[in-house]
Nanobody, 118 residues
């Protein structure tokens, strides 16, 4: 059974930090690139960070560059997103998935809510 379980979200003040985790199971995590996506209310879901299968290459959206760091542990089938210097504009539900999405079909996990107060 395919699963992606996101965790680590919460309420934080502007300037604070959070570390998100996404545990994958039921498919071959270690051979796929992964991404963290976010969706704010009334907006589309967008990719904010991606990492290749080995962890040797990462790409970030301009809006989070220098503040967020994506990493992965293939032995644990887990991808992480370290978020520093958080801004109210980072408020969204954060999801992980393969990058590009589609390998898991239409499946998305439940996401984890990040709320940044000013």
């Amino acid at each position: 059974q395919v699963q992606l379980v996101e965790s680590g979200g919460g309420l934080v003040q502007a300037g604070g930090s959070l570390r998100l985790s996404c545990a994958a199971s039921g498919w071959t995590f270690s051979t796929h690139g992964m991404g963290w996506f976010r969706q704010a209310p009334g907006k589309e879901r967008n990719l904010v960070a991606s990492i290749n299968w080995s962890g040797s290459s990462t790409v970030y959206a301009d809006s989070v560059k220098g503040r967020f760091t994506i990493s992965r542990d293939n032995a644990k089938s887990t991808v992480y997103l370290q978020m520093n210097s958080l801004k109210p504009s980072d408020t969204a539900v954060y999801y992980c998935n393969t990058n590009p999405p589609g390998y898991l079909g239409s499946y998305w996990g439940q996401g984890t809510q990040v709320t940044v107060s000013s």
